[in-house]
């Protein structure tokens, strides 16, 4: 982990509902596996500070050495970052978390993702498809509620990756949630590992497909969180397997084995 200053290099507009920002790293962010985590410090306006927030690392690139984020612009800090220039200044702390990690042997993975989820299994398709002669077949399933929620679409073709899309107003893909499309392909092209981010009710839903036919299935919550360091304890979730008390996001996250957390009632 690292704390700098990063340079903005780039911020555009991928969609009505979205931003990419490209920002300066050194070797140490260039480090991170697919569904770790930076938080970003950016000041407010009038020279009030936001709390830093978090965001999942989208791509890296050694040349020259930047990281990029995915960001949906939603409230005050948002709409300001989506408003900031090349050249402008942000405090980044990072890798944070435990990534997702390939088990052993598996041969076809199963990568679903939803809304603004989609980044890390962006980022762990891209991972996946340059282990050499793996063998690793993937299929993708992206979902959202309208066809700006469906993004890097590229990203996993450009891996030779099945793509399976479905938004809850039918304007991309088929009409409904990806879940109702994920059920039927577990059942009769069953995997060897799913991996998944995105809202919780998608993930528990998720998580109760691959757990019910014995699938190993690994999940990257995505929340709030005020330090990413453990501290704030803002980002608590149940222990699952029976186990009492709490995992949190930020340091024993954000991808948890599916059965380590309890994801009941989690919205």
Excluded: W
């Excluded at 020279?47 to 040349?63: A, V």
């Amino acid at each position: 982990m690292i704390r700098y200053t990063a340079k903005v290099l780039e911020n555009q507009r991928e969609n009505s509902r979205c931003m990419r920002m490209v920002l300066s790293c050194p070797e140490e962010i260039l480090s991170a596996v697919p569904g770790q985590f930076v938080m970003l410090s950016v000041p407010g306006k009038d020279g009030r500070p936001f709390l830093p927030r978090p965001f999942s690392i989208y791509r890296t690139s050694s040349s020259p050495g930047s990281f990029e984020i995915l960001y949906r612009v939603v409230g005050p800090g948002t709409r300001l970052m989506a408003g900031f220039p090349a050249e402008d200044l942000v405090g980044v702390t990072g890798p944070l978390g435990n990534g997702f990690s390939l088990y052993k042997g598996v041969k076809k993975c199963f990568l679903v993702a939803g809304g603004i989820g989609v980044p890390p299994i962006a980022f762990l398709a891209r991972t996946i498809s340059k282990i050499p002669d793996s063998g690793i077949k993937c299929s993708v399933f992206l979902g959202g509620a309208t066809s700006d929620d469906i993004l890097c679409k590229n990203d996993f073709l450009s891996c030779g990756m099945d793509l399976h899309i479905a938004t809850e107003d039918g304007s991309k893909g088929a009409q409904g949630l990806i879940t109702e499309i994920l059920e039927p392909e577990i059942a009769k092209n069953r995997p060897d590992a799913v991996f998944a981010c995105g809202p919780m009710p998608m993930l528990n839903a998720v998580g109760k497909m691959a757990n019910a036919r014995g699938i190993p299935c690994q999940v990257s919550i995505e929340t709030v969180m005020a330090c990413g360091l453990g501290a704030c304890m803002g980002c608590a979730v149940r222990a699952g397997n029976g186990r009492h008390g709490y995992r949190h996001v930020c340091k024993d996250g954000p991808v948890f084995e599916y059965n380590a957390i309890d994801l009941t009632g989690t919205v």
